[in-house]
């Protein structure tokens, strides 16, 4: 029997980590990748010890320079056979004061948040209509719409991302292609704690990363399919 495959961008630690373990325990093959070689290594060593007879490609990636999607796309899809499903959890969050935000650090910001995942999806695209089947899940923020301060480009970015989701809901639905944003807040990841500390967002009110793996799952099985192209808030209450 054919394994099903997905790709998971940004997958070094934290909810892309959790979400790649999630799938290999399902009986995925898959491609990851992120700009961290060693911590990588560790999710496909993770995701092995769920299906040891899976197959893990892994490449060291920076998603958001221009070309890298399409040509991680390419080696996944030639290492994997096919690709029938993507998450998107790459992502950066400066903090930077409006005053400082440079139109540099605003385009990189939106490169590795939007811009890495639009062509990501784009190189897999033919190959998703073709197979008349598909699932892409981009991981979006609360920022899309209630912003912090100080978080201009990455709510621009992410809300980039959500529309992204809207679009390939318009343009896959009719060929059995579904596609969601999950706008999230906060998730307890090294990344949260960078910003923000305990006391400022206590951990009570923190998803973990696996919580969101569950619900990325829900996505693809096709538990969630009337959130398809409507971008739903996930966070702790």
Not at 143 to 163: M, V, W
């Amino acid at each position: 029997m054919t394994r099903p495959a997905a790709i998971v961008a940004g997958a070094s630690s934290g909810i892309g980590r959790a979400t790649a373990v999630a799938l290999a325990a399902r009986g995925f093959d898959l491609a990851i990748c992120a700009r961290r070689g060693e911590q990588l290594e560790e999710t496909a060593r993770m995701a092995r010890a769920q299906c040891p007879e899976g197959r893990i490609f892994t490449r060291v990636v920076d998603i958001g320079a221009p070309g890298a999607a399409t040509q991680f796309a390419a080696a996944s899809a030639a290492e994997l056979g096919r690709i029938e499903t993507l998450v998107y959890a790459a992502g950066d969050a400066p903090a930077i004061p409006v005053s400082r935000t440079t139109r540099s650090e605003f385009d990189r910001v939106m490169a590795v948040n939007a811009g890495g995942a639009s062509e990501l999806v784009a190189a897999c695209w033919d190959g998703l209509l073709a197979q008349g089947r598909g699932c892409v899940v981009l991981l979006s923020s609360l920022s899309a719409s209630d912003p912090f301060p100080n978080f201009l480009a990455y709510a621009a970015a992410k809300g980039a991302l959500s529309s992204i989701a809207r679009a390939l809901h318009a343009e896959g639905r009719a060929h059995g292609v579904r596609a969601f944003a999950i706008e999230l807040g906060g998730v307890e990841t090294a990344l949260l704690r960078r910003l923000v500390s305990e006391a400022e967002w206590p951990s009570s009110q923190t998803l973990s990363p696996e919580e969101v793996a569950a619900v990325v799952i829900d996505c693809i099985s096709g538990k969630r399919d009337s959130d398809c192209g409507h971008p739903f808030p996930l966070m702790r209450t």
